[in-house]
């Protein structure tokens, strides 16, 4: 699993990077334009950390999460 950014261009979505695999299915969510979303001051600092660590190149593959899941830990 991969996720990806990426622009609405002439009605096509455009992802930024690395090209998606040819046929590769993919699930878009789109805001609406003026959508918003609030958070606790709490979430924000964990969302925050949780960003920082992702940028630091701290996460786990999807496989190794879902193993994780399935194991309950």
């Known amino acids: 699993m991969r996720i990806a950014t ?3 261009v002439g009605g096509k ?4 990077g690395a090209p998606l695999d040819e046929g590769a299915t993919v ?4 805001r609406e ?3 918003t979303f609030e ?4 979430q ?3 969302l925050l950390s949780a960003i920082a660590e992702a940028d630091r190149g701290e ?4 496989e190794e999460q879902l193993r994780s899941l ?3 830990v």
């Not at 979505?13 to 930024?16: L, M, R």
């Not at 996460?59 to 999807?62: D, F, G, K, M, Y």
């Open 6 to 8: 990426g622009k609405v």
């Open 13 to 16: 979505v455009v992802v930024e």
């Open 27 to 30: 699930t878009v969510l789109a």
């Open 33 to 35: 334009s003026g959508e």
């Open 39 to 42: 958070v606790s001051a709490e």
């Open 44 to 46: 924000e600092a964990e």
């Open 59 to 62: 996460t786990v593959s999807a």
């Open 70 to 72: 399935r194991r309950g």
